[in-house]
């Protein structure tokens, strides 16, 4: 339990409400859900749910429209067929990336892990006793492992990489040659790849590919919290290898049961092209707030040198003003309102040195935050 | 994952379904949840909660409504005082056994179960690498640990237990002296007792006591599935002693980030006098239910030496008509359309003698699965 650190961000988040229930008026960057409530048809097709009744376990492996759906989903987004019997319905991504690093990993296996990234990888791999080694990554690689890059860090005991695109805390993707080629250096160590494509739908330049494309061998998590704008419900999916399915399934009916009911009910209407207009123009306004935040705190003096390409995120080097960024998040918090998230909470490579800003707030609000950072800084 | 075992009535659901599908009546004694929908008052209070945007995450630890109400609830059903800091509200008490036993075990720890007991809790103590070690309990014991049990099965490895009261699959309790006593035990020992307390409003005979009575070093584990209603909600609690909670809080945010938001509001209406009238209605009809069942299979000739005290489960020896319950739940189904949970699920003590039946099903099926157990045995 030592090795399991909490949220950093939540004691400032604390600070922030507490600041607030004082009548201070606080700008909000440090949130990494969508401030948009979820869309209506989904919203609607829930409540319907709940009026019909649908309110007892489902089976382990979830829904099977549902599941149907995601496989349907995949073949027109992506051209791909992956059978619904190898998509597993879990609670958010979080479930499947549980499932999928439990499957994995035994005591004293070593897992490779971007650094920075997001920070409950590395304890899904520590809960059963792996060894998450976090490679540091900077601007030259977008953030990102690439296949060089696995290839150095493969050791003996290393069995596993699990990576994110676009990534949390940097927004970052992969580019499908370089996705392709990291799989290839994997499978040919007899390692397998973790990919979390949670952000896959917020994406704003070049079109991402799944991992799927380049293998059957890839466990890929998803989810229904962010491009999907359902982080309440906890709702998200896993696809596994065909050989593995029998063991996740084991798995989540142990760990879990199922997933919600309602919510597998509800997110059968987010492939529905009233739900994908509204995902849409949602992805079209985080692309806006992008385009002015990212200007905006570059001209203030932080180092933004990759632009992101999806997510809802920017991770800043804020090393022109600070060289501890957990007190600076904190005095900024205290002196003007700005509530971010200090880079200690995606892991051990330069956290001191970077903020990770979230534009999950209006244009407005994020041109006040910037106004307010001007003064101050 | 080779020590994970799945559900073997997995098997045998899928098989009542395709029997079903080809047109086969079957009468379902297998399903371990309440065969009513959630009770209107939460279902409408879920609707509300829809229609007010209630869609984001909450805190890793609940609803500080919700955690209050939890609460109160202590103080006005049991008497006690738990503070609403020490209550975290989890996806299910699936999640809050996740929770205790990952704070509590260590690789190599032993954790000591009642055999035959619900199945999930030896692989929640296997994923953190601890050793579960079922204990043998029969009748004489009510199925359950005694003081005298955890003394003789204590040893150096040994750090914790993990008992539920009334049980999954025998439905019987601890009664209140009994299990001061099991808690002495354990703490005299420097052990922990975490206490499934899931069944508890579904009791039949003399109150409950919660383990909170005899100690705050207990981990409580309760649930929103049974008593309430709510098995698709996935929502349940956990009551960690003072000096855990910052531990658990920690591992909850790392490992499912929080517990549905929809759920928690439509919860908050479970403590409602118009939700308490309905589950006092459907814990008669569930009594009226073992009243009717229990005496007619023990005249077929299953022998169920102690009357259950709560849950919805007969556990019963089968062992005047096979010394393979698998075989024989799967012939039954086939032959008679009755579905049955062999006893295999639920451990390796004289799991081929035994047999669970679920009474989740209204009197006329139930009367009906009788008869024809009656003509084919
Ligand atoms: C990269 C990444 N993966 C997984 C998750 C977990 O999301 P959920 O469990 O809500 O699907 C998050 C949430 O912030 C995330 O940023
Ligand atoms: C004894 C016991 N504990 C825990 C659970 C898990 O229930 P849930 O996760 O739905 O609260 C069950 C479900 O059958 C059970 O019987």
């Not at 809960?127 to 998450?132: F, K, M, P, Q, T």
């Not at 494309?213 to 998590?221: F, G, K, M, N, T």
């Not at 933004?304 to 960024?325: E, N, Q, W």
Request: hydrophobic letters at 45%.
């Amino acid at each position: 339990m030592t090795d399991i650190a909490p949220f950093h961000v939540m004691a400032l988040l604390a600070r922030a409400k507490e600041l607030e229930a004082a009548g201070r008026s606080i700008i909000h960057m440090e949130i990494g859900e969508p401030d948009f409530p979820t869309a209506e048809p989904i919203v609607a097709a829930g409540q319907r749910a709940l009026a019909a009744g649908h309110t007892r376990y489902t089976a382990a492996a979830g829904l099977p429209e549902l599941r149907q759906t995601i496989s349907d989903h995949y073949r027109e987004r992506y051209g791909i067929e992956i059978p619904a019997q190898r998509i597993l319905i879990t609670p958010g991504a979080s479930g499947a990336l549980q499932l999928a690093t439990a499957a994995l990993i035994n005591p004293g296996d070593r897992v490779l892990l971007a650094d920075p990234g997001y920070p409950c990888n590395r304890h899904f791999v520590r809960l059963v006793e792996g060894r998450a080694t976090g490679v540091p990554v900077g601007p030259e690689t977008g953030y990102q492992l690439t296949a060089e890059l696995v290839e150095r860090h493969w050791d003996e005991q290393t069995t596993a990489v699990l990576l994110a695109s676009p990534a949390n805390p940097t927004g970052t993707a992969i580019a499908p040659e370089a996705l392709a080629a990291i799989v290839a250096t994997i499978e040919a160590r007899g390692g397998r790849l973790i990919m979390d494509e949670i952000y896959h739908g917020l994406i704003y330049g070049a079109p991402v590919q799944t991992a799927l494309a380049y293998s059957d061998q890839v466990l890929v998590v998803n989810s229904f919290s962010k491009y999907y704008g359902m982080t309440g419900w906890r709702l998200g999916w896993l696809v596994a290898p065909e050989d593995l399915v029998g063991t996740v399934e084991k798995l989540a009916q142990n760990l879990f049961l199922a997933a919600s009911t309602p919510a597998q009910h509800a997110a059968l209407a987010a492939f529905t092209p009233a739900a994908a207009a509204i995902f849409e123009a949602r992805r079209r306004e985080f692309l806006a707030r992008r385009d002015f935040l990212l200007p905006a705190l570059r001209e203030l003096g932080f180092r933004i040198p990759v632009t992101p390409d999806g997510a809802f995120y920017l991770y800043a080097d804020c090393g022109r003003f600070t060289d501890d960024s957990h007190g600076f998040a904190l005095r900024l918090l205290e002196e003007t309102g700005v509530a971010i998230t200090p880079g200690i909470d995606f892991g051990g490579h330069l956290p001191h040195r970077h903020v990770r800003f979230a534009y999950t707030n209006a244009i407005p609000q994020l041109a006040e935050g910037v106004e307010r950072l001007r003064r101050a800084l």
